[in-house]
């Protein structure tokens, strides 16, 4: 009977550590003490790390991605760094995995809004407190977009950035009498131009072709988020205007249909198939274009950014849970510094270095005439007055009731105010929860 | 040797216990502490009594969710217990080419929601299929909107549901006819009866569990409903956001980097609650058979 009631009590005992083993548990995050992780100067460089990029293993970046790591171990002997790749969909549900099973790679390529909540967790080195020359190396924009308000501290080195620019569809341009020389450089331009290509070609052919998002707002002059970034106050009577121009210009025909839907294709394949005669894209537009549709790349005409353009950035960020801090520290710093970066745009181009070394460079302002080097040219140009328009506090939540908002708002079925009433309120009640 | 010690049974379930109590009670059981939370996917969090319940009450896309899920269980209950039976009864007669009709008929079962959905989305696009032919025959001037219209969109998908649903249960009806008795539909026949008669008198009854089961498994899945309105409305819920049901909410809330899974977890009580209705009418509906 004694021995019944032990072998009962273990096997209760081991269902319920069982349980707690796989109970995810209310707890843990912030930042705290390994976020602020001091790195000795003269901390031994060795051992094994892990290197991860997103979406980088193909013939155009493996051999620079094997070159840099065979470099680094030859000038740090006894270290080997292993470079994975993750596939470009599904990044940030990949990298929500690696932080809660533990597994974040020592050194990982973040966008600013993953990094961000990958920091949130206590999952990033403070790079502002371990690289004294941060400030002096790394771009400012860049540097901007890896530290976070009310956050002590930098989370990345930025690696590569870009900027969005303009690019028209000369022959639908020339076809509904418009002058590719004068594309339109405002929203109303842009309306304007619009209705005569509407107008025109009889309906067939669309200038205009994307939902308003964000960046649209911020274009209104409109902040996002109050000055300590507490709250969201974008519901203006600015925005409502910008708004109710793309319901009338929605109404008016001169947007497809199904802009609005799940099933739009999208504002660059719309371009690529010549239906739509306005895209935006990188400085390296034309050329990736040219890939795939060299007779439409021919037709291509770039022009810079109506308003203030949006900055694409990537950085690389270190684990602060690496178990080879100084190794980790030093590969991330090897791979973003400026003979790297400038070896790393030339294969991706369109883009530019996060270094200031690089940014002062001349070579980077001058084009060869063509249309392809006036592109890398407007978005080296962009790129200096390029903003991240996107709050870290923004959410894929908010997202979602933004596109539901602004979907009423421009098929009529909701004034433009209230949309932006109920967006504002919303997100405000997310933040808070 | 002896094997009958008390602890046999034990240890022979105790592979699919700890299973069990892994992968199904445990998260149910987490499920319900973390809907009392405000934890996010990547921090933590801390007890926020009944703020996600709240929350849930004053929040319309949840009683959005719950009209049409309403609205799906009350139109797919009835069509998808009677209908699969009609096509059941057309095709358990051995004439030529049933063969071919039944597989005809099973054939999107097999097929992946997500296919099935993808081309539905292609049938019912402002440009698509159905509209092309609507127009061209003038019935229509302008696109019917079935993908971005608040009810058309619903009903779309309500119907790719029913459509892909038909086989499924129709092999589930075929299965439960082969116990009809064949003698009474004769006795029946021979007393006059008519065959709406010998259905109503006949078949209802001899397959009324399986009629039964049928409308729970389908006002439970339509509860659940997913893939249809999400494929075909895209994850905002159709413009408007109106167009979505409780797992897409769930999903929503859920997802990103900074995921609300305290919310996420307070709106999966809320499904269980509401899907174990279903169930327990059926148990009841049983005990009622039974009797």
């Not at chain 1, 941060?134 to 771009?139: I, K, P, S």
């Not at chain 1, 501290?153 to 418009?178: Q, S």
């Not at chain 2, 389908?218 to 819920?237: H, Q």
Request: hydrophobic share 45%; aromatic share 10%; with cysteine.
């Amino acid at each position: 009977m004694h021995s019944r009631r032990l072998l009962t009590t273990a096997l209760i005992g081991a269902a319920a550590l069982a349980l707690t083993a796989t109970g995810c548990g209310v707890g843990g995050g912030g930042g705290g003490a390994t976020a602020s992780k001091t790195v000795a100067s003269d901390a031994p460089i060795t051992g094994t790390i892990t290197f991860q990029t997103w979406s980088l293993k193909n013939d155009t970046f493996t051999p620079y991605f094997t070159a840099l790591i065979k470099s680094f171990e030859a000038a740090h002997p006894g270290t080997t760094v292993n470079w994975i790749d993750q596939p470009g969909d599904g990044y940030a549900a990949k990298v929500v995995s690696q932080v809660t099973g533990g597994s974040l790679p020592d050194v990982v390529n973040l966008p600013p809004d993953i990094a961000y909540s990958v920091e949130q967790a206590g999952g990033l080195l403070d790079l502002a407190k371990n690289v004294p020359t941060l400030t002096a190396d790394y771009v400012a924009s860049g540097r901007k977009a890896y530290t976070y308000t009310g956050v002590e501290g930098t989370y990345a080195f930025p690696w590569y950035l870009g900027a969005d620019m303009n690019y028209w569809n000369k022959a639908m341009f020339t076809r509904d009498g418009l002058d590719p020389a004068k594309p339109p450089t405002t929203l109303d331009e842009l309306i304007a131009q619009a209705k005569v290509m509407h107008d025109n070609s009889g309906g067939k052919d669309y200038l205009m072709s994307r939902e308003p998002d964000l960046g649209d707002i911020v274009q209104t002059g409109t902040d996002l988020m109050n000055a300590d970034g507490t709250k969201f106050v974008f519901n203006t009577s600015a925005a409502a205007a910008m708004l109710d121009k793309y319901r009338t210009a929605y109404a008016a025909g001169y947007l497809p249909a199904d802009v609005l839907t799940n099933t739009y294709q999208g504002n660059n394949a719309a371009f690529l198939k010549q239906e739509v005669a306005w895209t935006t894209g990188q400085g390296n537009g034309i050329q990736t274009v040219g890939e795939t549709n060299p007779s439409l790349a021919k037709e291509m005409v770039p022009s810079p950014s109506i308003g203030t353009p949006n900055l694409n950035v990537q950085g690389i960020s270190v684990s602060s849970k690496s178990k080879h801090l100084a190794l980790a520290l030093a590969f991330a710093q090897f791979a973003t510094d400026n003979q790297n970066q400038v070896d790393f745009v030339k294969i991706a181009a369109g883009f530019m270095p996060g270094t200031t070394a690089a940014a002062d460079d001349p070579a980077y302002s001058k084009s060869d005439g063509t249309p392809a080097g006036d592109a890398s040219v407007i978005g080296y140009e962009d790129l200096q007055k390029a903003v991240n328009f996107q709050p870290l506090q923004w959410t894929q939540d908010m997202t979602t009731v933004l596109k539901q908002q602004f979907a009423l708002a421009i098929s009529g079925k909701e004034s433009s105010q209230q949309a932006l009433d109920n967006i504002v309120s919303k997100a405000n009640q997310l933040l808070s929860d | 040797m002896r094997f009958h010690r008390w602890y046999t049974p034990w240890l022979l379930v105790a592979p699919a216990l700890a299973w069990l109590l892994t992968f199904s009670v445990w998260p149910a059981v987490n499920t319900g502490i973390l809907s009392f939370t405000n934890v996010r996917t990547l921090t933590g969090g801390r007890f926020v009594g009944l703020a996600n319940y709240r929350n849930i009450v004053d929040d319309p896309q949840v009683r959005d969710a719950l009209l049409n899920s309403v609205l799906y269980m009350a139109v797919c209950v009835p069509l998808l217990t009677l209908l699969p039976l009609l096509l059941a009864l057309l095709v358990e007669r051995n004439l030529p080419f049933m063969g071919f009709f039944r597989t005809v008929l099973y054939f999107p079962v097999v097929a992946s929601a997500v296919v099935v959905a993808v081309i539905w989305q292609w049938l019912l696009d402002q440009r698509g299929l159905v509209n092309g032919l609507a127009q061209q025959l003038h019935l229509t001037h302008e696109a019917i909107p079935f993908l971005t219209g608040r009810w058309l969109l619903l009903f779309s998908s309500i119907s790719l549901t029913v459509w892909k649903g038909l086989g499924y249960y129709m092999i589930i009806y075929l299965s439960a006819l082969g116990n009809v008795n064949r003698e009474l539909h004769e006795a029946a026949a021979v007393d006059g009866a008519g065959i709406v008669r010998r259905f109503l008198s006949v078949t209802v009854p001899g397959v009324r569990r399986t009629m039964i089961l049928v409308a729970v498994l389908v006002a439970v899945s339509s509860l659940r409903i997913f893939t249809e309105l999400y494929i075909l409305g895209g994850s905002a819920g159709g413009v408007g956001g109106q167009d979505v049901s409780l797992v897409m909410l769930i999903q929503n809330a859920a997802g990103g980097t900074s995921g609300r899974l305290g919310y996420a977890s307070s709106l999966s009580v809320l499904l269980f609650l509401v899907t174990i209705v279903p169930m327990l009418l059926l148990a009841r509906l049983n005990r009622k058979a039974e009797q």
